[in-house]
């Protein structure tokens, strides 16, 4: 049995003031991780708080992107060696938005992710094709060449451990989401990959999210398929009684 996980992705919002009263909101009411992975993806202004106001809960830290030397002349990014020092847990690499506007290549998310493991945290590795990619049917194979690339040279053990986001860029913010039975069939083709590249014992180990206006409205449903693991969640994320709600729908 998967263990759930559900991951907020702030984005680029909130003021350190904002994040600190939305850790100090929840901080009581994480459900036990027991049932499920609760985790708060928050700008990197912010994690120290967020780690420090989380300190003997169960909400979990992530990070929005890191850089793959953990110390060096690379002005203006992010160490993991720091992230990991700081008690971050879990780091979401490939986002569409830093594919799009920031270039990220497969390549690089791939070098993050062994720089991730390498400082002992979790790479929540996103995935998710463009609406003319959806519209020429291209999704399957699009989605295998992103995760291949992606887990280059990660070993069995560290795929079983990490999380993996399916997230059609056509349905992020859009308030269009991809319906259950589509996440739960592009989530199968994000599994059906790990399980050629690594067997069946790592697939079924690999817990996959899909990602795409979830709110607390519609999380039951993906939640109810088999493919499907957890969600990261963008807008329903940021205030505290929604990010809660969407927690309670899968405790
Ligand atoms: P929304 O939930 O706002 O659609 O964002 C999804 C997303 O990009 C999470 O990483």
Not at 171 to 190: E, H, L, P, R
Request: charged fraction near 25%.
């Amino acid at each position: 049995m998967r263990k759930p996980i559900i991951a907020g992705n702030w984005k680029m919002n909130k003021t350190a003031s904002e994040a600190k009263a939305f850790a100090q909101a929840v901080a009581t009411k994480i459900p036990s991780n027991d049932k499920v992975d609760s985790v708060v993806g928050s700008p990197a202004l912010f994690l120290e708080t967020l780690v420090s106001e989380s300190k003997g809960t169960d909400l979990k830290v992530a990070a929005q992107n890191c850089y793959w030397e953990n110390a060096g002349a690379f002005t203006g990014e992010i160490s993991p060696a720091a992230l990991a020092d700081l008690g971050v847990q879990y780091v979401i690499i490939g986002h569409s938005e830093r594919r799009e506007y920031f270039h990220e290549t497969d390549e690089e998310i791939n070098k993050k992710a062994k720089a991730i493991f390498a400082n002992g945290m979790l790479p929540i590795l996103c995935c998710g094709e463009s609406l003319e990619t959806y519209e020429a049917e291209k999704t399957a194979e699009w989605i295998e060449g992103q995760i291949t690339a992606g887990l280059a040279d990660l070993s069995a053990e560290q795929v079983s451990s990490m999380v993996i986001a399916y997230e059609p860029i056509w349905a992020i913010g859009t308030g269009k989401s991809a319906d259950a039975t589509i996440a739960d069939t592009i989530c199968g083709v994000v599994r059906s990959t790990v399980e050629k590249l690594y067997g069946n014992d790592v697939a079924s180990k690999v817990r996959i999210q899909y990602g795409g206006s979830v709110k607390p409205e519609n999380i039951a449903e993906y939640m109810a398929k088999e493919n499907v693991d957890g969600a990261l969640v963008g807008g329903a994320s940021l205030e505290a009684d929604s990010f809660l709600a969407l927690l309670d729908a899968v405790k």
